[in-house]
Each structure stands twice: as C-alpha cells, then as structure tokens.
Nanobody, 124 residues
C-alpha cells in the first residue's frame, strides 16, 4: 500500500499562486508515477499533470501548461505542484495519485492509490 497526503490548498485571488504538496509513504518503491487530478462537484475527475518517478518525465494538461509546474524530491518522497497565474476555473479539489505502471498516466484508471484531496479556490 502507498499512502498519499496532499497539502497546500487554500483561497487565492485570480492571478495568484499556490504550491501543493503530495507526500508519499508506505511501499513507495512500487510507484512509477505521481499524478495530480482535480474535480469539481458534478463533473468527472480531470487530469492535470503527472511526473514519472525514475527520470522525471512530465505530462501536462493543455489547460495548465505554462502555468503549472510539477517537480519531485525522491529523497523526501514528495511531489510538488507549483500553480501560477491561477484562474477561477482552476477552483477544484486537487488529488494526488500514485501509479504502479506507466500505462495511462493521464487517465484516472492508470492510478492505484489516491490521497484525500485538498481544496483550491480561486476568487475573481
């Protein structure tokens, strides 16, 4: 089992920045990628960004490319999501997830473990 804990969410004005953290524990040696997804009530969970654990390859949704940056610290088993130029449409609960394989890293079905989520609210 892999446990994931997100933190760093909050309320920010449009144009502002937030940094999210995803701390992994447990059998982290089985993890091949960490992804961030977001969800608003009544909508499906949406892929945001992912990073492979070994060589740091990154995958971004077009809606966040150029504004969000994912990075990792393997020694701390932590993944960071730097979010800049935030927009009201970025408001959602953000979840980090861990994948044991690299199949479907941009899809929720590709992930085996999920955190509880952290709320991000961007006011206009």
């Amino acid at each position: 089992q892999v446990q994931l804990v997100e933190s760093g969410g909050g309320l920010v004005q449009a144009g502002g920045s937030l940094r999210l953290f995803c701390a992994a524990s447990g059998r982290t040696f089985t993890t091949n990628a960490i992804g961030w997804f977001r969800q608003v009530p009544g909508k499906e969970r949406e892929f945001v960004v992912a990073i492979t654990w070994s060589n740091g390859d990154t995958y971004y949704a077009s809606s966040v490319k150029g504004r969000f940056t994912i990075s990792r610290d393997n020694a701390k088993n932590t993944v960071y999501l730097q979010m800049n130029s935030l927009k009201p449409e970025d408001t959602a609960v953000y979840y980090c997830a861990a994948a044991n394989t690299l199949l479907g890293v941009t899809e929720s079905y590709g992930y085996d473990y999920w955190g509880q989520g952290t709320q991000v609210t961007v006011s206009s």
